[in-house]
Nanobody, 125 residues
Framework: VQLQASGGGLVLAGGSLRLSCVAS????????MGWFRQAPGKEREFVAD????????TYADSLKGRFTISRDITKNTVYLQMNSLRPEDTAVYYC???????????????????WGQGTQVTVSS
């Protein structure tokens, strides 16, 4: 399994970015696909998760309403649409994947066995 994240960059506060994660190496039916972020000096933080089959989503409570996760099965790609960005959203964003994560373990970094390389998002005030 390979995950390639892209779409990061520098944006002004209040702006938007859309991150992409292209998944390859197998079919992802039954997989959970997640986005995490890590700011300097902080632990990796859960952002959002989507089930490849069915498309059900889970979000970090603090990000609901501003971030949206989606997937395009035809392109094997997971997206993270980020709106109303704030300086505190500055971090390296990672996509991750794992087969069938039980609901109670969604969002726990150790539940995800595959990780992409990360893409930097910087929000300036």
């Amino acid at each position: 399994v390979q995950l390639q994240a892209s779409g990061g960059g520098l944006v002004l506060a209040g702006g938007s970015l859309r991150l992409s994660c292209v998944a390859s190496g197998r079919t992802f039916s039954g997989y959970n696909m997640g986005w995490f972020r890590q700011a300097p000096g902080k632990e990796r933080e859960f952002v959002a998760d989507i089930r490849w089959s069915g498309g059900s989503t889970t979000y970090a409570d603090s990000l609901k309403g501003r971030f949206t996760i989606s997937r395009d099965i035809t392109k094997n790609t997971v997206y993270l649409q980020m709106n109303s960005l704030r300086p505190e959203d500055t971090a390296v964003y990672y996509c991750a994947a794992n087969p069938r994560i039980i609901t109670s373990m969604i969002g726990v970094p150790s539940s995800y066995g595959y990780w992409g390389q990360g893409t930097q998002v910087t929000v300036s005030s």
